[in-house]
Each structure stands twice: as C-alpha cells, then as structure tokens.
C-alpha cells in the first residue's frame, strides 16, 4: 500500500496549525512587485503576518520566472529582524541630529535649547 497523501512542508505546517486560533490575530497579505530596471525581471512577494502569545509569525511567497519560493519566518527570527530595523533606525535619527546640530547657528541652538527646557519643564 502507498501513501497517496501528499507531504505538507514546513510552511503549510506552521500557518494550518496557528490560523483561526483564539487569541492569534493576522493582518491582509500585502502582495509587493518589483522589477529590476532595464533588465525587466520580475518578482511578486506576497507577506502575511501573524501574532500569537509567543510572538510574531512571518509568511513570505516569493513568485519569479523560475518558479516559487515559500518561507515561514518563526517569531526568534522576525524578533531579529525588529530589532535590527530599530537599531538601524535609531543610529540614522542620531545621526541625523548630529547633523542637523552642526549645522545650526549658535542663536538657533540656543533656542532649541530653551524650547526643550522648557517642554521638560525645567
């Protein structure tokens, strides 16, 4: 006897078994295409994201001329990409204040100063 069912791989695995549970809410997949400019290749991404008591769940399709790719991203893994996203971000706003301070006068520094004193309540 064979086994005619066929083998769910690990994304269908991950989305059957967190879908429709109380308690796991997930946004509208968003479908993103790109093409690559004067070579014209395109690719279609499609992004789904849930979240359950352990965390986020990312689900990403990715569609090209040679095929499909499907991948469940667990919740260690999107906390990595969070994370480097906010410290990516972080270090350009700093960056961008420094910046911004450098290029003030000393009248429109002072009055920066006085506005965020006086905001803190100081």
Not at 65 to 71: F, L
Not at 86 to 98: C, E, N, P, V, Y
Request: proline share 5%; no cysteine; net charge positive.
């Amino acid at each position: 006897m064979t086994d005619e069912t066929p083998r769910r791989d690990a994304f269908d695995r991950i989305i059957g078994a967190i879908d429709g549970l109380p308690g796991v809410s997930k946004a509208r997949p968003s479908t993103v295409t790109t093409v690559l400019p004067i070579v014209g290749n395109a690719q279609t991404y499609v992004v789904q994201t849930y979240k359950g008591d352990d965390g986020f769940y990312l689900f990403l399709q990715m569609v090209d001329a040679e095929g499909r790719a499907r991948v469940a991203i667990p919740p260690k893994v999107a906390e990595a990409i969070y994370r480097q996203r906010d410290a990516l971000i972080k270090s350009a706003r700093k960056r961008r204040g420094r910046d911004r301070w450098a290029n003030m006068t000393d009248d429109q520094r002072r009055a920066n100063v006085a506005r965020l004193r006086k905001a803190a309540g100081r």
